[in-house]
C-alpha cells in the first residue's frame, strides 16, 4: 500500500534542538554565571543535557508536567532544591530567551517540505506539548505546512507507545500503513512506528550507525528517493 502522508518529528529532526539548547544555555551562563559544582561551561553543558533527557523521560512516564519538567531541571541543575516553583520558572525564563533566539531549522527542512509538499501529506507527532510546538512551528515559518500537529503532553501517551502513533494517523484519517514517520530516535521514533504499523525512518543525522533492521536515511535529502521509490518499504534502506 503506498505510503500517503510524512508525520513528523520536530526535536532535532526538523528543528536543530540541540544546538539552540547549547547556545541558549551558554548565553544565559554567559549573563548568570557558572554555577557551583562545574568546573567549566562545558562541563555545566553536558549535565544539563543529561539533566534534561532525565526529565524528559520523567514527563513521557506521566510523572510530572510540562512546566514542572522545566523547574525541577533548574533545581538538579543548580543543585537547589528548595527553589520554589516561582524562582526556577524565573531563571529558566531568562534561559528560554536565549534558547527562543538560538532557533533555527536544519538546512535542509524546507527544502524536502517544498518537494514533498505535492505528493504527500505532512503532520507533527511530538512529545512535547502542544502550545509549545505549535510556537516554535510558527515562529520558524512552518506551522501551516502540517495539517495537524499531534503531541504527547495533550494525548496522555507518548512516542514510542504504538497509541501516540495510532491517534496522529487517526487525526489525518489515514491508516498506518499508509503513513511514514520520521525522527530521529531509533527507538523512540523509528522502531515505535514500526512496532504500531507504520514506516518508521530513522534520521540519523550524527551516522551513528546501525541498527540494520531499522530503515535510516542520514539526511533529509534522502527521503524523496526513499519515499518514491518504494513506497511499500519492503526493507530497511542502505543509505548513509
Not at 33 to 43: I, M
Not at 131 to 159: I, M, P, Y
Not at 169 to 197: F, S
Amino acid at each position: 500500500m503506498p505510503i500517503r502522508a510524512v508525520l513528523w518529528d520536530i526535536d532535532d529532526t526538523i528543528f536543530d534542538y540541540a544546538n539552540a539548547d547549547r547556545v541558549g544555555m551558554s548565553r544565559h551562563l554567559g549573563d548568570v554565571g557558572l554555577p557551583d559544582g562545574y568546573a567549566s561551561v562545558e562541563e555545566a553543558l553536558a549535565a544539563w543535557k543529561r539533566i534534561t533527557d532525565v526529565h524528559w523521560a520523567r514527563v513521557a512516564a506521566g510523572l510530572t508536567d510540562f512546566e514542572g519538567q522545566r523547574r525541577d531541571r533548574v533545581r538538579e541543575f543548580l543543585g537547589a532544591p528548595g527553589m520554589t516553583d516561582d524562582e526556577a520558572g524565573e531563571w529558566f525564563g531568562r534561559h528560554i530567551a536565549h534558547y527562543e533566539a538560538a532557533w533555527a531549522l536544519f538546512p535542509d527542512t524546507l527544502p524536502v517540505l517544498d518537494l514533498l509538499a505535492r505528493d504527500y501529506r505532512h503532520a507533527v507527532l511530538s512529545n512535547s506539548s502542544l502550545a509549545n510546538q505549535e510556537r516554535k512551528l510558527r515562529t520558524l515559518g512552518v506551522l501551516d505546512r502540517f495539517e495537524a500537529v499531534v503531541c504527547a503532553v495533550e494525548l496522555g501517551v507518548s512516542k514510542p507507545e504504538a497509541g501516540a502513533f495510532l491517534a496522529a494517523c487517526e487525526a489525518i484519517g489515514l491508516p498506518p500503513e499508509e503513513v511514514a514517520y520520521v525522527g530521529d530516535q531509533p527507538d523512540i521514533d523509528a522502531r515505535g512506528a514500526t512496532e504500531a504499523g507504520l514506516t518508521g525512518i530513522w534520521l540519523d543525522r550524527a551516522q551513528v550507525g546501525g541498527r540494520p533492521e531499522l530503515t535510516r536515511i542520514t539526511g533529509l535529502d534522502q527521503l524523496a528517493p526513499l519515499l518514491r521509490g518504494d513506497t511499500r518499504f519492503g526493507a530497511p534502506s542502505t543509505f548513509g
